[in-house]
């Protein structure tokens, strides 16, 4: 399951994001050549993986499979489901949420109870956390069409729907059905740090901002779980 869910990343990822250059032919460099090769093993590899799953959980992946093609595709005079405006952060949101709390569960067979939505639903609001601040700092670049939330309500607006978000995220933790004070820890570490970044975003920022910092948030989260989980 976690080969699948790496390979099958660092594949959509690379599709998502040159897929439109091979599909209209234009000349590449070999640095991109080499992207499709690493990309191409990682297809190879979670293809492996895939038929190595439950049956139950490969309808699930085609599922998400599905969406992630759609995303990048295109499929309408519109173009994909990237292109939609306010569809892309749900998309994303909904994936990466759903592949890393619902699919593992379903492979073993956990039958999903209350505890397991609400997990679901916090992983679901902190990639749409990350994801807004993503569009803080892309302000300058993005498209109008796609009306992304900071090209609707401001930068300022933006940044309080995330604090208000990361709010709710963060009460979630109280709905469970036994109360996990290291858990509590651990997210009230994580609020603060994402609510920073969130605080911090900003159309002139460096790309590096969200290209490391940001995206190294999960990171954190994890070394914050097994922090705890030995201490």
Not at 40 to 46: D, P
Not at 77 to 100: D, E, H, M, P, Q
Not at 148 to 153: E, F, G, L, M, N
Not at 175 to 188: A, G
Request: proline share 3%; aromatic share 12%.
């Amino acid at each position: 399951m976690a080969g699948l869910a790496f390979m099958g990343t660092v594949f959509g990822y690379n599709f998502i994001k040159y897929e439109a250059l091979f599909r209209t032919r234009k000349p590449i460099g070999t640095y991109t050549k080499i992207i499709a090769v690493i990309s191409l093993l990682a297809l190879l590899g979670a293809g492996i993986c895939f038929f190595l799953l439950e049956t139950r959980t490969q309808l699930t992946a085609v599922m998400f499979l599905g969406l992630t093609v759609l995303y990048a595709v295109p499929f309408t005079k519109k173009g994909n489901l990237r292109n939609l405006s306010g569809i892309k952060i749900y998309i994303v949101a909904l994936c990466w949420a759903g592949i890393t709390t619902l699919m593992p569960l379903i492979n073993a067979g956990v039958a999903l109870y209350s505890d397991v939505y609400l997990k679901f639903c916090q992983r679901f609001l902190l990639v749409i956390i990350l994801i807004l601040i993503f569009e803080i700092i892309d302000l300058k670049e993005d498209n109008p069409s796609l009306k992304t939330v900071p090209q609707k309500i401001g930068i300022k607006n933006t940044q309080l729907l995330n604090i208000t978000l990361l709010g709710i995220l963060y009460s979630l933790e109280f709905l469970r059905q036994k109360i996990d004070n290291t858990q509590l820890l651990v997210n009230v570490m994580l609020v603060l740090a994402v609510g920073l970044f969130t605080l911090g975003a900003s159309p002139e920022r460096n790309k590096y901002y969200t290209l490391f910092w940001v995206e190294s948030v999960p990171v954190f989260w994890l070394g914050l779980l097994y922090l705890v989980s030995f201490s």
